[in-house]
């Protein structure tokens, strides 16, 4: 059974809020462990509760310890070599967006010039705008070819 989606924002009641930073740290805590034994890595856990003076470490202290002060060793260049900061993730995000937007244009345009050529087909008449006689004619073009390769490929 699906779980309902959670709406984010701040938990007013204090029992209620300290609960539910109790069970997620919890549950955090175990998957880092299970992503740190499936995936052979080192993974370290904090959390500071509000108005807690100790964070919860995972998975020991002095393991943390040792965990941050190998990260804290590396070339800065190395430490920063995969991460990415908000900017870069949405350019990536819009860039991949436009390639899909673009994607679809093309698939669109391709069946409307399809369409096209089967009305012309059916019908016998040709379309009036000049634009869609020149996409027509690419369009054909194209088929034409392709079919010239596939014949060429089956008498071979």
Sequence with gaps: MARKKVALRYIRND????????????????KAGEVATLCNAKACVLVYGEGGTVPEVFPS?????AILNR?????????LKKTMDQESVLTQRVAK????VQKTRCERQ?????????????SGR?????????????????M????????????R
């Design 126 to 142: 040709l379309p009036g705008n000049i634009e869609e006689l020149t996409t027509m004619g690419w369009k054909l073009e194209l």
């Design 61 to 65: 202290h002095a393991e943390a310890v």
């Design 144 to 155: 034409l070819k392709s079919l010239g390769k596939r014949i060429a490929k089956m008498s």
């Design 71 to 79: 990260f804290k060793s590396m070339p800065e260049v190395a430490r």
């Design 15 to 30: 029992s209620a809020r300290q609960n539910t930073l109790k069970k997620r740290s919890k549950n955090l805590m175990k």
């Design 97 to 100: 967006l436009r390639d899909q």
């Design 110 to 122: 391709d069946r409307e010039t399809k369409f096209l050529l089967h009305d012309a087909m059916v």
